[in-house]
């Protein structure tokens, strides 16, 4: 029962793989809506096998079981908006898609997950094909970071002058906007390069020394979904998502003998920065 002169928060959906170390995936997803002050939701695609060492394995959900989530909390709470995440295969990928169209679910952020941040792969063999022709063109914002630029258009982007030339090829695959991420990229501040087909923008941010950024990609793109969530254009929203993200790696920490997570928690409780 709603009390009276309550009124329901906004409300952002996550399409993604469980994480067990909870740095990553749906887990990171949920924590950075609720520091964005948005109410989280989560349809999960895939139960991963991880921790601060690495994935050792995933087991997918059936289609089926996907798009129910979906449809479940579609129907009822309602999608302010939804990011999806591991989406692991084709057949995942069909399902959400077919879901997304059915249920008007929008806007919807995709982060083109293909590898964990140790490499270890996410994506069935027939699910990049699947990723280009039947996600994308459902995003209102694509993404990527220089690792899945290269693998859905072959573009290896080595500097700033790059990212252009890849933020064009991925908007020719369908979404509205594209957001290529410069993190990997050597220099200064971590350069991020925003595309509408006719406008780039640049959010730029001092650059963190530190190993700990495991959920980094994740984390922005909920960070942005939150925004989008709450009201606000695309370019407002990925500006609150790259200030949350800055601040999470400032606040990561060590967890286990790996890479640690960034720090979901900083608005709440400020952790000291890593060397």
């Not at 939804?82 to 679910?105: C, F, H, N, Q, Y």
Request: hydrophobic share 45%.
């Amino acid at each position: 029962m709603t009390l009276p002169g309550t009124v329901q928060p906004p409300t952002a959906l996550t399409i993604a793989g469980s994480d067990s170390g909870g740095g990553a995936g749906a887990q990171a997803d949920l924590k950075t809506f609720l520091s964005c002050h948005v109410h989280g939701m989560s349809a999960i695609t895939a139960v991963t096998v991880q921790n601060s060492l690495g994935v050792t394995g995933f087991y997918e959900l059936p289609p089926q079981a996907v798009a129910e989530q979906i449809e479940s909390v579609a129907t009822d709470i309602g999608v302010g908006a939804a990011k999806t995440g591991m989406l692991a295969s084709a057949a995942i990928m069909d399902a959400v898609a077919e879901a997304v169209r059915r249920l008007k679910v929008t806007p919807l952020v995709v982060d083109p997950v293909a590898a964990s941040q140790h490499g270890d792969p996410l994506l069935r063999p027939d699910a990049l094909s699947a990723l280009r022709k039947v996600i994308l063109p459902l995003a209102t914002l694509v993404t990527p970071n220089l690792g899945e630029v290269r693998l859905l258009t072959g573009l290896e982007v080595r500097e700033r002058a790059d990212m252009d030339e890849a933020a064009k090829a991925l908007h020719a695959l369908g979404p509205q906007w594209v957001l290529v991420k410069g993190g990997h990229l050597p220099g200064g501040d971590a350069v991020d390069v925003l595309y509408d087909g006719s406008t780039f923008a640049e959010f730029a941010a001092p650059r963190r020394t530190t190993e700990h950024t495991h959920g980094s990609g994740d984390t922005l793109a909920a960070a942005i979904t939150a925004g989008l969530a709450r009201g606000l254009d695309v370019p407002a929203a990925v500006e609150l998502g790259k200030a949350f993200i800055t601040g999470a790696v400032a606040g990561s920490f060590p967890l286990g003998a790996g890479l640690g997570p960034v720090g979901h928690f900083w608005r709440v409780k400020p952790w000291p920065a890593q060397a």
